[in-house]
T-cell receptor, first 111, second 114 residues
Framework: QKEVEQNSGPLSVPEGAIASLNCTYS??????FFWYRQYSGKSPELIMS????GDKEDGRFTAQLNKASQYVSLLIRDSQPSDSATYLC???????????FGTGTRLTVIP | DTAVSQTPKYLVTQMGNDKSIKCEQN?????MYWYKQDSKKFLKIMFS???????INETVPNRFSPKSPDKAHLNLHINSLELGDSAVYFC?????????????FGSGTQLSVL
């Protein structure tokens, strides 16, 4: 069983701070890595994808991937109250698009 | 226009009943999925279809039967509902079935089995 592990939180950060969300995965053959954001009572929406080692930046979001350590993270700079949500890490092991999700980290940004 | 729409949004039913959830996508995508999210927010894939063909069938009781009449629709029929089936069911679609495809989720169906 492929596993994706996340700290469930809650993670609380003050407005304007950097929020750091972490994820580890068990399948060394995983090729694609995603961060989805899910507001309470809503559906998940993709915010970042990363496929190769290193950093990938998109606005206030930076995804980091280290395949040797089987570790992927999401940094949110200048956190805003609107960033308060559950962040789901998802990993694909190749082949068909069979995503394995972590249980999510609940982030609260305090005004 | 809603990209991935599923109905109903809420479904409350008694144990033993049979129910269906419908899903439609207007994105022109080839691949559709059903995911189940339990009370602990764990999101797990159940099925995926590519151009009406079953691609992924995770370990799901055979009381759950997906049906794809065309590539824009993927319905989920559940027989003999059990308490443990209570969850939020999300339909999703992607352009194709490759490992890097972005998923577009519907708004979810909250199923409560009493």
């Amino acid at each position: 069983q492929k596993e994706v592990e996340q700290n469930s939180g809650p993670l609380s950060v003050p407005e304007g701070a950097i929020a750091s969300l972490n994820c580890t995965y068990s399948d060394r053959g995983s090729q694609s890595f995603f961060w989805y954001r899910q507001y309470s009572g809503k559906s998940p929406e993709l915010i970042m994808s990363i496929y190769s080692n290193g950093d990938k930046e998109d606005g206030r979001f930076t995804a980091q991937l280290n395949k040797a350590s089987q570790y992927v993270s999401l940094l949110i700079r200048d956190s805003q109250p609107s960033d308060s949500a559950t962040y789901l890490c998802a990993v694909n092991g190749g082949g068909a698009n069979n995503l394995f999700f972590g249980t999510g980290t609940r982030l609260t940004v305090i005004p | 226009d809603t990209a991935v729409s599923q109905t109903p949004k809420y479904l409350v039913t008694q144990m033993g009943n049979d129910k269906s959830i419908k899903c439609e996508q207007n994105l022109g995508h080839d691949t559709m999925y059903w995911y189940k999210q339990d009370s602990k927010k764990f999101l797990k894939i159940m099925f995926s279809y590519n151009n009406k063909e079953l691609i992924i069938n995770e370990t799901v009781p055979n009381r759950f039967s997906p049906k794809s009449p065309d590539k824009a629709h993927l319905n989920l029929h559940i027989n003999s509902l059990e308490l443990g089936d209570s969850a939020v069911y999300f339909c999703a679609s992607s352009q194709d079935q490759g490992p890097g495809e972005k998923l577009f989720f519907g708004s979810g169906t909250q199923l409560s089995v009493l």
